[in-house]
């Protein structure tokens, strides 16, 4: 089944299609790359004959049964059927206990099965190729007007994108960035999340990297543009309207690009020639003759006509015109050439949230929810659907302001595509109050006239807050997905003229979804307080329409990683996250970053049906996951060897990007990831270094020492005793019966 819009393959039949799926789940490949076998076929080509197979499964069968015991504590039953038992069968079940408690069920299944996800190519134990790549060609690809010489390529200006462009030019690496909106700092500024999530822990410990405390800095002296009507005088900084309950820093957005471009032009003093540009969009890349090494990197800049020109604040309408090569009466258009200079190698950064060179180049990849079969996580669902990222949100801005029912009568005027009632059906502030004290407004109050305690105050005249809310305006149906996987790509026509890889039907959608979003809302409380929807020169946003330019996407692609911690595609599991969990692994000999936060799922579903696959019993609260270290192995792809990911996109399960999507876990891995490109390139020793070859040729003390000079050193987390153990269960339990914070 492809994962197309609902217009194609109604529901009924897309759940006949899931129920027979469900039942092989353990034989399918999601998110393949073009060309790929199935798993099932991949498992008949497998070394293991049906001998070793029948011994694997009455392995497995063993190991669940072992599993059980540790899961429940191994009580007296267990000790029972231990007692008189002959001693080579203690030693067995010794071992089979302590490689569950440090590993985990799912590390066994992935080293000892064929991976679920689909490659295109194969490698040896080392990482060597045995073939070559193929790579898809652009067609047409209109003649460079520039082209711009580069130590290392930063696709998307995200916040991990800002982050990694400033950290490999602080290395000394000539370095280019590329960002399709007009505001650098995604998040930050042009998806409207501009409130910052943090861990709790990590804040009382003051254990965030030194580069993530600076960049924070630079935010809140940020000076603040307002319109006239909030009465806040000339010559305000961020830090003097912050006052917000979601975490300690809220900010208008163009505060968020603001500081991001001053962020880059400072660190550019460290690599003269560095140069980024935003309004630009991807299009494609040229390899060399395996297909491994990116040499080209290719995109088109719009300049707008019109010295005025404003975003529509529609993405869904806007999205062709800004990936199309061609000008238009809108934009003229420049083709950009990106390259190293002669006699050098090119780093490349994908710094998207979607990971977009990774969805274009067949870079094997995971999409949507992942299964207890592929993952062997405890709160995996019970089958794989790629449809299933996690919701993605458009935001919007709301101020105390009397517009004499303006705003209220323009967004009346609304018609979806879905019934209305249909979407008011979501709609639900979850026993928050609207204006006072811990209330909705305060929630993420980007300006306070009167900066007070956000949980105990009511918002004045001129306060503006950003929505972003569970029930709101998170778009969660999945009638179309959002994120077209590898056979959406191959029959769109993108692998030749890329588009940007999304669903502008999803767009579309979730775009009305917020605007009724903020109907239902003025519809409900402006009798309260006056309550306007700003649009225009009045949003923050700086949209025509007061959507945010782009929502704000917590899931894209998410990369399968290479061989590593005992998995033939390695990525972050629950088990690496959760205190109460045994399985944990021990990333330090490679961490790059320490990042917390809970595990935050903001779900899917699909329209008239609850039966989705989402991992709906893994969200827990920060106290029961760990401060958790990403290591290096986590950015590197397969089958390229001079890319790393520098966002939302590492190899991490479904699960596991809950937690390492916020905003601080964005930042320090594209750090760390600009630091990485910057070093490599920059050493004339390492020059025939790859990503991949750092750990194996036990050059991480160099990198960390690296990453230290540049202020990204984090402490080595300290574990909860066995004797605190307990005590931390409670708290956790605790926790879930108290109001908790709505999610980011």
Not at 1 to 22: C, D, E, I, L, W
Not at 128 to 157: F, H, K, M, Y
Not at 190 to 207: I, N, P, T
Request: glycine share 8%; charged share 20%; net charge positive.
């Amino acid at each position: 089944m492809k994962h197309q819009a609902s217009a194609r393959v109604p529901n009924r039949q897309r759940n006949q299609v899931k129920q027979r799926r469900k039942q092989r789940s353990a034989q399918r490949v999601y998110a393949t790359n073009a060309g790929t076998k199935s798993s099932h076929a991949a498992r008949s080509r497998s070394p293991l004959g049906s001998r070793s197979t029948r011994r694997l499964q009455f392995l497995q069968s063993g190991m669940k049964q072992l599993h059980r015991l540790l899961q429940f504590g191994i009580p007296a039953l267990a000790r029972k059927r231990l007692i008189g038992q002959p001693l080579w069968f203690l030693s067995i079940a010794a071992i089979a206990l302590s490689f569950i408690a440090g590993q985990g069920l799912g590390t066994l299944l992935a080293s000892t099965q064929r991976s679920t996800v689909g490659t295109t190519n194969a490698f040896s134990p080392g990482g060597g190729v045995q073939a070559a790549i193929a790579r898809p060609e652009l067609s047409p690809l209109p003649a460079a007007q520039e082209t711009w010489n580069c130590d290392v390529v930063v696709i998307g200006g995200s916040l991990g994108g800002v982050a990694a462009a400033s950290h490999a030019m602080q290395s000394g690496a000539v370095t280019c960035l590329i960002e399709l909106t007009p505001w650098l700092g995604g998040q930050i500024s042009s998806q409207g999340v501009s409130a910052l999530d943090e861990s709790q822990e990590m804040r009382s410990e003051a254990s965030f990297s030194q580069s993530w405390t600076n960049f924070k800095q630079l935010i809140a002296q940020q000076p603040v543009q307002l319109p006239a009507w909030t009465e806040i005088p000339s010559g305000k900084q961020v830090h003097d309207i912050n006052s917000c309950w979601v975490g300690m820093l809220c900010f208008p957005p163009h505060a968020g690009a603001a500081a991001s471009e001053q962020l880059l032009k400072a660190s550019a003093v460290k690599a003269p020639g560095s140069r980024w540009s935003h309004s630009t969009a991807f299009k494609g890349a040229e390899f060399d003759t395996s297909g491994r090494m990116i040499t080209t990197v290719y995109a088109v800049r719009r300049s707008p006509r019109d010295p005025n020109y404003m975003p529509k604040g529609r993405l869904s309408a806007e999205l062709p015109t800004w990936y199309a090569w061609e000008s238009s009466d809108e934009f003229e258009k420049t083709p950009l050439k990106i390259q190293a200079p002669p006699g050098k190698r090119l780093m490349v950064i994908d710094a998207t949230d979607t990971n977009e060179l990774i969805g274009w180049a067949r870079v094997p990849y995971r999409l949507g929810s992942d299964s207890l079969a592929t993952t062997g996580e405890r709160n995996a669902s019970k089958w794989d659907n790629a449809d299933c990222t996690q919701a993605f949100t458009y935001p919007f801005a709301l101020a105390i302001r009397d517009d004499q029912g303006a705003s209220l009568k323009t967004l009346e005027t609304l018609e979806s595509v879905y019934p209305k009632e249909e979407h008011r059906s979501d709609f639900d502030l979850q026993g928050f109050p609207m204006f006072t004290g811990r209330s909705v407004f305060n929630y993420r109050r980007i300006v306070s006239t009167v900066p007070d305690d956000p949980y105990l105050s009511t918002p004045q005249p001129g306060d503006i807050t950003a929505i972003n809310w569970n029930r709101g305006n998170d778009w969660k149906f999945m009638d179309p997905p959002l994120i077209l996987n590898t056979e959406d790509l191959d029959q769109s026509g993108q692998r030749q003229n890329w588009m940007g890889g999304l669903a502008l039907e999803a767009l579309q959608h979730a775009e009305f979804h917020a605007l009724l979003f903020a109907h239902w809302l003025l519809e409900h409380h402006t009798k309260e307080l006056p309550l306007a929807y700003l649009t225009s020169s009045d949003s923050p946003m700086h949209t025509l329409s007061g959507l945010s330019m782009t929502p704000y996407i917590r899931e894209g692609r998410r990369i399968a990683g290479q061989r590593a911690y005992n998995q033939r595609e390695f990525a972050v599991r629950e088990a690496d996250l959760r205190r109460d969990m045994p399985g944990t692994r021990d990333f330090s000999p490679s961490a790059i970053a320490r990042i917390h936060y809970s595990i935050d799922i903001h779900g899917c579903r699909y329209r008239k049906t609850d039966k989705d696959g989402e991992a709906s019993s893994a969200s827990v609260m920060e106290d029961v996951v760990r401060p958790t270290l990403i290591p290096l192995e986590a950015l590197i792809p397969q089958g390229i060897d001079n890319l790393l990911v520098g966002g939302k996109g590492i190899a991490v399960t479904h699960i596991a990007n809950g937690m390492t999507r916020i905003h601080q876990s964005e930042w320090s891995i594209g750090a760390a990831a600009g630091a990485t490109a910057g070093w490599l390139v920059t050493q004339p020793q390492l020059a025939a270094v790859r990503p991949i070859d750092i750990v194996a040729k036990t050059l991480m003390p160099h990198l960390r020492q690296h990453l230290n000079q540049q202020g990204l050193g984090f402490h080595l987390p300290t574990e909860k005793t066995s004797s605190n153990f307990l005590k931390h269960l409670v708290g956790a339990m605790q926790s879930h019966l108290t109001p908790t914070t709505p999610g980011h």
